[in-house]
């Protein structure tokens, strides 16, 4: 046996391709929340290789790709990803191109110029990055605070806060049977250094809640993040402990959900960029939302 046939695929091939009527007007725009309400039902992850309504069924990476797609987006998509309530993706990464960086940024809505020096020193950036292990592909925070950054002329620095220093100690109890941990950060914020001291479940835990601290006095609001989960993997098993280590952090405030990635040969290190671009994309979209 193979499974039962995925309707959602029938239905569009019946309708888009056939011409075949199947659904009343106005309904085949919800296929795709239809499919994604489903899987939610049968507590299964809504897989991205779908046809029609995957994510990657109308995403594009390559430079030349998404060059094409910008200029005719029909050369490269067989129907308009919002016939099923799909959307166009942009990915950015080592085959982008200036194309990519512009279109990616309008998506988050953000102006960028293809052409511009701007553009041209975030796509060496990000090809700088990707070499060193980072993927943007599914971290969109992290890209846009990366792209922020360039525009707002602070590359090199957070927008909000700046790391001076952190540091982990580690506890483990032999005879109780638990670990726990205690980090101490400090941070800059409008030229006021903070030096915070706190415990957690572990060291991400711990530095999480140290830097909460740190930056409450100044951004109460980032008492609303939560992180909803944490993925971590080895880029490299042949180099074994000396190997680099990616952090995805997926975060919520309750209204919006992003996810962050960091790079590191150290996990902390990683978690941490993880971390900081996980408070710098909220504090950005606060900023925003500001009247």
């Given amino acids: 046996r193979t499974g039962n046939c995925n309707l959602t695929t029938v239905i569009a091939n019946l309708q888009l391709k056939m011409g075949k009527p199947v659904?009343?007007?106005?309904?085949?725009?919800?296929?795709?929340?239809?499919?994604?309400?489903?899987?939610?039902?049968?507590?299964?992850?809504?897989?991205?290789?779908?046809?029609?309504?995957?994510?990657?069924?109308?995403?594009?990476?390559?430079?030349?790709?998404?060059n094409a797609v910008n200029k005719l987006a029909r050369s490269y998509e067989h129907i308009e990803p919002e016939a099923v309530g799909n959307t166009r993706r942009v990915l950015v990464g080592e085959l982008s191109g200036g194309t990519n960086v512009m279109m990616k940024a309008q998506e988050l809505g953000l102006e960028l110029e293809e052409k511009s020096d701007t553009?041209?020193?975030?796509?060496?950036?990000?090809?700088?990055?990707?070499?060193?292990?980072?993927?943007?592909?599914?971290?969109?925070?992290?890209f846009e605070v990366l792209v922020r950054r360039f525009l707002e002329g602070k590359?090199?620095?957070?927008?909000?806060?700046?790391?001076?220093?952190?540091?982990?100690?580690?506890?483990?109890?032999?005879?109780?049977?638990?670990?726990?941990?205690?980090?101490?950060?400090?941070?800059?914020?409008?030229?006021q250094i903070e030096h915070t001291v706190a415990e957690g479940d572990g060291p991400v835990n711990a530095l999480d809640q140290a830097l909460r601290k740190a930056l409450r006095p100044h951004f109460p609001q980032l008492d609303d993040i939560k992180l909803t989960d944490y993925k971590v993997r080895i880029l490299d098993g042949r180099l074994a402990t000396a190997a680099r280590t990616r952090v995805l952090i997926e975060s919520t405030d309750g209204n919006n959900a992003w996810t962050t990635v960091g790079v590191s040969d150290d996990i902390?290190?990683?978690?941490?960029?993880?971390?900081?671009?996980?408070?710098?994309?909220?504090?950005?979209?606060?900023?925003?939302a500001q009247p």
């Fill in 119 to 142: 553009t041209r020193r975030i796509l060496a950036e990000i090809k700088r990055l990707e070499n060193e292990g980072w993927e943007f592909e599914a971290a969109d925070a992290s």
């Fill in 155 to 191: 590359e090199d620095v957070g927008q909000f806060f700046e790391l001076h220093e952190y540091n982990l100690d580690l506890h483990k109890d032999k005879v109780m049977d638990f670990d726990d941990a205690e980090a101490t950060v400090k941070v800059c914020v409008d030229g």
């Fill in 268 to 288: 902390i290190e990683a978690s941490w960029r993880a971390l900081r671009d996980s408070f710098e994309y909220k504090l950005l979209k606060d900023r925003e």
């Fill in 23 to 66: 659904l009343p007007e106005g309904r085949m725009e919800q296929l795709r929340e239809v499919s994604m309400f489903i899987d939610e039902m049968a507590n299964q992850s809504h897989s991205h290789r779908l046809p029609y309504v995957g994510a990657s069924a109308f995403a594009h990476k390559g430079g030349i790709h998404v």
